[in-house]
C-alpha cells in the first residue's frame, strides 16, 4: 500500500521561505509524477508543481519564479521550497502521486493523482 | 486552453441520479479524473481514465467524456456522498501544466 507522508512549518511570517518534505513508502518512485497542490481556505485546488525521479521539474507558470522542487531519491522523498510568502500563500499544502498512461490506440492519455498526502495547513502572518 | 470550468453547486435528492459536468479543450486529449472532497480531508480520487474507479469506490460513480466535456454520474446519491467533487487534467497545448477545474459543490437533499 503506497502512503505518502508530508511534514514542514505550518506558521511562518512574510518574506520567509515555506520548506515541505514528502515522503514515499510502498510501491515504486520512478515511473510517476510527484506533485505539490495546494488549497487556500474556502477555495479549491491549485497545482504548484511536479517532479519525476530523475529530477526533471515542471511548474505552475503562476508560482514559477518562487517555486523549486527537488527529489531525493536514496530517500523516496521529494521537497517544495516556495519563497517570499505572503498571506495569500496561506493554504493547506498537499503532496501526491501524479500517475500518466497514454492510450495510443485512441489517442488519449489517462493522467491522475491517485495517492495524497495528508495535508499540511500552512499559514503567513505577522 | 488551460482551463477547466465545472458548476459551483449542485443538488440531487436522496437516491436519485446526479451529473457534474467539466468542460476545457484538453479534455480532447486528456481523459478527466475527479476527486471527492470532504471537509478536513484530503481529496480522494473516485474516476479516472474512460470509466475506471479505483478500489473501494462505489459503482454507482461512473465517468464518461463526449469532446471538450466529462462527466461524473452518481447513480443513487447517498447522504455520504455530499463533497467538493474536482476534475482535473493536464493542458494539451504542450506545456505539460496541470489543471483543476473549480469545483462543485454536492448538495444531497
Known amino acids: 500500500q503506497v502512503q505518502l507522508q508530508q511534514w514542514g512549518a505550518g506558521l511562518l511570517k512574510p518574506s520567509e521561505t515555506l520548506s515541505l518534505t514528502c515522503a514515499v513508502y510502498?510501491?515504486?518512485?520512478?515511473?510517476?509524477?510527484w506533485s505539490w497542490i495546494r488549497q487556500p481556505p474556502g477555495k479549491g485546488l491549485e497545482w504548484i508543481g511536479e517532479?519525476?525521479?530523475?529530477?526533471?521539474?515542471n511548474y505552475n507558470p503562476s508560482l514559477k519564479s518562487r517555486v523549486t522542487i527537488s527529489v531525493d531519491t536514496s530517500k523516496n522523498q521529494f521537497s517544495l521550497k516556495l519563497s517570499s510568502v505572503t498571506a495569500a500563500d496561506t493554504a493547506v499544502y498537499y503532496c501526491a502521486r501524479g500517475h500518466i498512461v497514454v492510450v495510443t490506440a485512441i489517442q488519449m492519455v489517462n493522467y491522475y493523482f491517485d495517492y495524497w498526502g495528508q495535508g499540511t495547513l500552512v499559514t503567513v502572518s505577522s | 486552453s488551460s482551463e477547466l470550468t465545472q458548476d459551483p453547486a449542485v443538488s440531487v435528492a436522496l437516491g436519485q441520479t446526479v451529473r457534474i459536468t467539466c468542460q476545457g479543450d484538453?479534455?480532447?486529449?486528456?481523459?478527466a479524473s475527479w476527486y471527492q472532497q470532504k471537509p478536513g480531508q484530503a481529496p480522494v480520487l473516485v474516476i479516472y481514465?474512460?470509466?475506471n474507479r479505483p478500489s473501494g469506490i462505489p459503482d454507482r460513480f461512473s465517468g464518461s467524456s463526449s469532446g471538450n466535456t466529462a462527466s461524473l454520474t452518481i447513480t443513487g446519491a447517498q447522504a455520504e456522498d455530499e463533497a467538493d467533487y474536482y476534475c482535473n487534467s493536464r493542458d494539451s497545448s504542450g506545456n505539460r501544466h496541470v489543471v483543476f477545474g473549480g469545483g462543485t459543490k454536492l448538495t444531497v437533499l
Open positions: 481514465g474512460k470509466n
Open positions: 510502498g510501491g515504486s518512485f520512478s515511473g510517476y509524477y
Open positions: 517532479i519525476n525521479h530523475s529530477g526533471s521539474t
Open positions: 484538453s479534455l480532447r486529449s486528456y481523459y
